[in-house]
């Protein structure tokens, strides 16, 4: 036999076993002791809180808040307990992939902006273009480069690029436009070090382009 125990209103005697009127209730008043006869237990009324699967359930909730947004856990949550680096790095692409409207449509107005105040200038008198309306299209033309992206893995992320660009499936524009610098400026900032470290008697070709034939090459040119 199983009796159930629910507390009730001070002095309250409560029916346990469900009888009917004919049967011999048994009851419990508030601060009583009782003794259970053979074959009964006590079953204590414990409902649970939700507090030791807070973490599990907000964890949930801002993975389906990111899906609906087109993103990842990771990047709504700033949680990166969980990731590898195979899951980190396939996030960012399909996240890059989500930001490319956005990206788009903030490339074009930056271009809008930048295309009126070079005319303006022009019609104002503060720079001179000879030709502008003829050579419209070249005094406009212009690019944007992104800020770099953060590597995730140095070592592996720089050794793919430097594999993508020998075997031809990135140009050296796309390496450098990957970490926010203009491939020229980046091909004359190696030039000024290489001409300064020579000047000082230093040979910075290895440094730049390994210890390769490229640098040999760089090597002899210098000399």
């Given at each position: ?5 629910f507390l009730?209103?001070?002095?309250e005697?409560?029916r ?8 011999q ?9 009782q003794s ?7 079953q ?10 807070a973490a ?22 700033r949680d ?13 692409i399909?996240?890059e ?33 000879p ?20 590597w ?7 050794t793919a ?6 075997s031809?499936q990135?140009?050296?524009q796309?390496?450098c436009?990957?970490?926010g610098?203009d ?5 004359n900032?190696?030039?000024e070090?290489?001409?300064y ?20 090459q ?6």
């Open positions: 036999m199983r009796i159930r125990f009730g209103n001070v002095g005697q409560i346990l076993d469900g009888g009917d009127s004919g049967s209730p048994h009851g419990i008043f508030q601060g009583q002791i259970l006869g053979a074959g009964d237990e006590i204590v009324v414990d409902p649970k809180g939700s507090g030791s699967d599990g359930f907000l964890k949930t909730q801002q993975g389906l808040i990111a899906a609906g947004q087109g993103l990842s856990y990771e990047a709504v949550s990166m307990s969980g990731a590898t680096y195979s899951s980190a790095r396939q996030n960012a399909e996240d992939n989500t930001y490319t409207e956005d990206v788009e449509l903030l490339t074009d107005f930056m271009s809008e902006v930048y295309e009126t105040f070079v005319i303006s200038c022009y019609l104002s008198g503060l720079v001179d273009m030709g502008f309306w003829d050579k419209k299209a070249e005094y406009l033309s212009h690019t944007w480069t992104k800020a770099p992206k953060k995730i893995d140095p070592a592996k992320e720089s690029g430097k594999t993508a660009l020998q031809g990135k140009t050296f796309d390496v436009a990957e970490q610098k491939w020229k400026e980046a091909v900032e190696m030039a070090v290489l001409e470290g020579r000047s000082v008697g230093v040979e910075l070709g290895g440094v730049i382009f390994g210890n390769g034939t490229t640098a040999a760089q090597n002899t040119a210098g000399k």
